[in-house]
């Protein structure tokens, strides 16, 4: 078994900061990329930001200079530090980790619960 608990959410004014965690555990042999996504009510789900093994982060254009995802490969969390958010930044966010469980395993994605994060105006 996998699982992902992530924390850090909550109710925030515009301007504020948020940072979200989200730690893997369980049966883990090797994790590729981890990452976040959120939810909007009504719309579909979509990519926040990513972070390869290497350290290589990949960003929305919304995330761009506001948001910077780090990860901690010895504890396999994956972080989002959320800057200067706005009212539209208002979802639910999930991690997303892309790992192997055995080492003959194929890579699969696994997603935490979500996290809300609500942005008052």
């Known amino acids: 078994q996998v699982q992902l608990v992530e924390s850090g959410g909550g109710l925030v004014q515009a301007g504020g900061s948020l940072r979200l965690s989200c730690a893997a555990s369980?049966?883990?042999?090797?994790?590729?990329?981890m990452g976040w996504y959120r939810q909007a009510p009504g719309k579909q789900r979509e990519l926040v930001a990513t972070i390869a093994g290497g350290g290589s982060a990949n960003y929305a254009d919304f995330a761009k200079g506001r948001f910077t995802i780090s990860r901690d490969g010895a504890k396999n969390t994956v972080d989002l530090q959320m800057n200067s958010l706005k009212p539209e930044d208002t979802a639910v966010y999930y991690c997303n980790t892309n790992l192997k469980r055995r080492s003959y395993s194929l890579y699969a994605d696994y997603w935490g619960q979500g996290t809300q994060v609500t942005v008052s105006s």
């Open positions: 369980g049966s883990i042999f090797s994790i590729n990329v």
